[in-house]
């Protein structure tokens, strides 16, 4: 495998823009820039995780078993659909002092959950592997 070339598509896959990006420019304009910087540490620790998860075992299984790829993707696509509809639900367009008071423990596990569970990451990195492996 070229460590060098996933390394670098890692990172620039990194800077595109997507859920994670979202995520912390809303939190940004509600809670401040430095509470955020909790979330992006979560995030880009999680993004590490699944990168070097896909390297070492799960991209090679997921390519020789794409089944489990689909299993994974519908399970990831379900819980993003499960956060949307509660964002829905309590969406609120003011910037109250409740926002500002979310700790930065539960800021880093929303960065966390909301980076592993993304599937742009696990499509990408399984693509990535798997034309490797090949």
């Known amino acids: 495998m070229d460590w060098l070339l996933f390394i670098t598509t890692f990172w620039a896959i990194s800077l595109l823009p997507g859920l994670n990006m979202t995520l912390a420019l809303s939190l940004g304009m509600s809670v401040g820039y430095t509470k955020t910087l909790f979330m ?6 999680s993004l590490g995780i699944v990168a070097f998860v896909c390297a070492v075992s799960v991209g090679a299984v997921l390519a020789k078993f794409p089944i489990f790829f689909q299993i994974f993707t519908i399970i990831c696509a379900i819980y ?3 956060l949307s509809y509660k964002m829905f639900l309590g969406s609120k367009f003011n910037l109250d002092e409740k926002a500002k008071d979310i700790s930065s423990k539960a800021l880093f596990w929303q960065g966390f959950m909301s980076s592993v569970s993304n599937p742009k990451a696990w499509a990408f990195f399984y693509c990535f592997i798997s034309a490797l492996y090949r």
């Open 40 to 45: 992006m540490a979560g995030a880009t620790i």
């Open 80 to 82: 993003l659909l499960y």
